[in-house]
């Protein structure tokens, strides 16, 4: 019998032996009908979240289940977590929103209705935008977030109106677990509690998946990761995902803090740590790759990953924009933006090139700062967070985030911050920045860290197997002692990554 998985294309690759489905997979490691629904998404693909914006549309407020991780009534403009909006839109609103998104930033190249509840729970206004913005700018990606509640009763309208990726939020497949999460839930006219509740939503949830499977839509799996709660468990809903067809599983770590007025964040419920994320995320990557790259967007999100430029775009400022979709401005800006692709792409192989018969067993962390395109094009002072990437003889593989507060503040620097940044990135063995002060960059080298500004604003990949190549080549010839770096941070309140 073929799987799902198998009947969408997505195999294993001749060539590198590992899962194709994923969001590092690149150019020639999936089937064409995949690579080109996924090159352009920044948060289907790794790579494409370097160069490729994405935005979300606050029209959908209400829910139909109750999570102990989620609050949406209070919002802060510089805080980024899932439910937190600052305007709500109707659907006329939203698509003027998009035009003027798409005219400004032609790289955004996907919509997502994203809350700030369930898009499923408000069917009519999340169709009708998504038909209002097909209608205006067809280039654009549809994409939208549902907690499955109400999947399959809507599996034959997303295919209608044409969403191409859908992300289902399934944190469980033991009832048992998802009372610990779920007080409630709101289905068929009836409030659910407790195990009967979660026992209705994993078999909607599993249920729809499946259907969407089959129906050829890709699916991302977002899991929040709760310690003591489903840490261990999620690598069951890892199986029980990959088995119905999902593209990518999302794990994400618990954002649990008193002032955001959760249950769990109330009672004390804490996040997994840098160190615990990633051994889960390694733990279930296998046949279905893991997204690391989420930044746990607002559901009124714009920009780059990474970046929210959401209070550009408000209602009022939108109103006073003189907004006409460029389809061809889009299509040339973007082509621009392909070849600057194909040239990193290039570059870094060329340099892999010249690793490849070294014989080495040397693994190293780096930490990038980055604003970007795939480039060293940060000052270290002014990250607030570093890409990690693990080196070796087989290339530079992204394997997380580590999100700080930048060390420089109106023109001066926070010694406290330093501290607090040298213990985020202490596993790692060098940081790459476009620029670096010489109070941090002396304070790096007595942590052991490499400060490396010698590649600014050239392409990470490239210039980060450059120095590894060096790098082993100095332990090779005795000049320097390969050491293995320490562990992630692991202590409570450590920032997370959200990887």
């Not at 439910?83 to 035009?99: D, H, N, W």
């Not at 990250?383 to 985030?401: I, M, P």
């Not at 109070?439 to 590894?468: H, M, N, R």
């Amino acid at each position: 019998m073929q799987s799902i998985t198998e009947h969408k294309g997505c195999r294993a690759s001749a060539k590198t032996g590992r899962a194709s489905c994923g969001s590092q997979a690149g150019r020639g490691d999936l089937p064409v009908e995949i690579w080109e629904r996924v090159k352009n998404h920044p948060c289907y693909s790794e790579d494409a979240h370097h160069h490729y914006a994405r935005m979300h549309v606050a029209v959908a407020p209400a829910c139909n289940i109750q999570c102990n991780y989620c609050n949406r009534k209070y919002d802060c403009a510089n805080e980024s977590r899932p439910g937190v909006v600052s305007e709500k839109l109707t659907p006329e609103q939203a698509v003027r929103k998009v035009i003027a998104v798409a005219t400004t930033i032609p790289q955004m190249t996907v919509l997502g209705i994203a809350g700030p509840g369930d898009a499923l729970a408000n069917p009519a206004k999340t169709f009708k935008t998504l038909a209002l913005v097909t209608e205006a700018a067809p280039d654009i990606k549809l994409c939208l977030s549902t907690n499955g509640l109400a999947l399959p009763d809507y599996v034959d309208t997303i295919v209608r109106a044409k969403v191409d990726h859908v992300t289902i939020t399934i944190n469980m497949v033991d009832p048992e677990i998802g009372a610990k999460i779920y007080p409630w839930i709101f289905f068929n006219h009836k409030r659910y509690t407790g195990i009967e509740a979660a026992r209705i939503l994993t078999n909607r949830q599993l249920q729809g998946l499946e259907m969407l499977s089959e129906r050829g839509i890709l699916c991302k799996i977002n899991s929040v990761m709760i310690p003591n709660i489903n840490d261990d468990h999620l690598v069951e809903v890892n199986k029980a995902v990959t088995s119905r067809g999902a593209f990518l599983h999302n794990i994400m770590p618990l954002i649990s803090v008193p002032e955001h007025g959760t249950a769990f964040g109330l009672n004390g419920q804490r996040g997994p740590t840098a160190q615990e994320l990633k051994t889960l995320q390694d733990a279930c990557e296998g046949k279905i790759n893991m997204m690391r790259h989420c930044r746990q967007c607002r559901a009124d999100a714009v920009g780059l990953l990474g970046e929210d430029r959401s209070a550009e775009f408000t209602s009022d400022q939108v109103m006073k924009m003189d907004v006409h979709y460029d389809l061809e401005m889009r299509k040339a800006y973007q082509k621009r933006v392909e070849n600057e692709r194909v040239s990193k792409v290039a570059a870094g192989q060329k340099e892999l090139a010249g690793v490849s018969g070294e014989m080495s067993a040397i693994t190293v962390l780096v930490a990038v700062a980055t604003k970007g395109s795939g480039l060293i094009n940060e000052h270290f002072g002014h990250a607030n967070e570093f890409q990690l990437y693990e080196l070796s003889t087989s290339g530079a593989k992204f394997v997380g985030l580590r999100r700080v507060e930048g060390y420089c503040q109106a023109g001066y620097g926070e010694e406290d911050r330093l501290s607090v940044i040298m213990r985020d990135i202490r596993d790692c063995h060098a940081v790459f920045v476009a620029k670096i002060g010489g109070c941090p960059k002396s304070g790096l080298i007595k942590a052991g860290i490499e400060p490396v500004d010698q590649f600014a604003y050239e392409y990470i990949e490239k210039s980060t197997i450059a120095w590894f190549r060096a790098y082993v080549g100095k332990v090779k010839r005795g000049e320097i002692q390969h050491v293995q770096r320490g562990v992630p941070p692991r202590w409570p309140g450590d920032r997370i990554s959200a990887a």
